[in-house]
């Protein structure tokens, strides 16, 4: 079955660390996206792609970088300048331009500070 | 600008109770309108979509409608179960120019036994 897989399920950091989530797709979709959602929060986006090898900054980019140099890959790094990343991530994939298609998220991936 | 706009939360029931949880949205063009629900620890699943004006979205008994007269996307269910409990997000995507997705802050549901 095709769908998202984000991994790992639970992260730890340490103060300095830069950690990489990993999301991959098998929906040949182009868009991909992370999200950070906060207890009791809404979603809050970080960055997407529409393309292979192009990206752009949400609303909250400070202190994360990704790259998409395949189609079905687009992982997000949580930098040491990230001064709060306590949070649940999310990515998600669709098909961009047609705005009836829903977007498929994967399970997330839980980060936590030691 | 586009937005969404979701009661807020937590809204308790109990079983077999009827379910509203209100989603108004502000967008240019002509959005489509989802919803997603979001149980505990995973991520969001799409439940129902419409697509345009006076379309009726369902699935799993949760129904939804686009009126466009009044900006609107009321999710509703006639009977809540236990297994309902979760958080439900209301959302729009339009492209207008640039293609936009937006997410409201969600309405978290705890139905009881």
Redesign the interface.
Known sequence: DGGITQSPKYLFRKEGQNVTLSCEQNLNHDAMYWYRQDPGQGLRLIYYSQIVNDFQKGDIAEGYSVSREKKESFPLTVTSAQKNPTAFYLCASNTPGWSNQPQHFGDGTRLSIL | GDSVTQMEGPVTLSEEAFLTINCTYTATG???L?W?VQYP??????LL?A?KADDKGSNKGFEATYRKETTSFHLEKGSVQVSDSAVY?C?L???SGT?K?I????T?LKVLA
């Open positions: 002509y959005p489509s989802f997603y620890g995973e991520g969001l699943q799409l979509k697509t997000f959302a995507s339009v492209t293609y997705y997410f409201g802050t969600g978290r």
